[in-house]
Each structure stands twice: as C-alpha cells, then as structure tokens.
C-alpha cells in the first residue's frame, strides 16, 4: 500500500516560497524549514523527506495564517510504500 510522502518537488517549492515570504514579513519567527527539493529529494530517502514534510506541516500550524495551504490534489504529492 502506497502512502503519502510530501509533496512532489515542484508544489513543495511553492509552499516553501509562500513560507519564505511570511517569514520575511514577521522575521521574529523561526525560518520555515528547508524542503527536501532538487539534490535534496536525490539524496534523501522516504522517511527523510516525509520527516521534513511533518516539520513543514508543525512550522505551518504554528506560524501560518492559513491552514489551507495543506490542502493537496491527488497528484500534488509523492507516494512510497
């Protein structure tokens, strides 16, 4: 059974810039975590990547106005097994 994982790079770099650009505005809050993109998606396994998804999703619900940043499309995300 496939479970989900993050997001696909493309829409995890999005989220990230949308976090980026919050943080800049507050900077009296942590920065957003770095996403597990480009070599970091190449040299990272599934639970590494999910792990750093979680920290994104914790960062969200802590400092981000809007939790529906979290809502994907099916084919927004990366499935392992």
């Known amino acids: 059974m496939c479970k989900k994982i993050c ?10 810039n949308l976090l980026l650009e919050h943080y800049k ?28 998804w979680l920290q994104t999703m914790q960062w969200i619900k802590e400092y981000y106005p809007d939790s529906q940043i979290l809502i994907l499309n099916e084919d927004e995300w990366y499935y392992g097994n």
């Open 7 to 16: 997001p696909l790079p493309t829409k995890w770099n999005n989220i990230y």
């Open 25 to 52: 505005n507050l900077a009296s809050i942590p920065k957003p975590p770095i996403p597990l993109i480009l070599n970091g998606w190449v040299f990272s396994n599934d639970e590494e990547k999910h792990a750093r």
